[in-house]
């Protein structure tokens, strides 16, 4: 389980403020998630390569949850 606030630039609607955290080195599986859960419903984020170099992404499936998907590099 993880929380956060509202980023910058980021809407702040009461009643939304939930989303489930995926997260892991296993890229495929988590990829393979990402598109299942973003199937039908709204990507507001897309799933790549972010600053910090891990990928991420976050979306509404098509039952109005909202997720978080963060691909870690694997360990050395």
Partial sequence: MMASDTP???EFTPGTTMAVSLSGDD??????WWEQ?????TVTMPLEKQMWGDEFGMCVDRFGTSW?????????
Avoid: T
């Fill in 68 to 76: 978080m998907v963060d691909i870690g590099q694997p360990q050395a």
């Fill in 8 to 10: 910058p630039g980021m």
């Fill in 37 to 41: 859960l973003a199937d039908g419903g």
């Fill in 27 to 32: 890229a495929d599986d988590l990829r393979r």
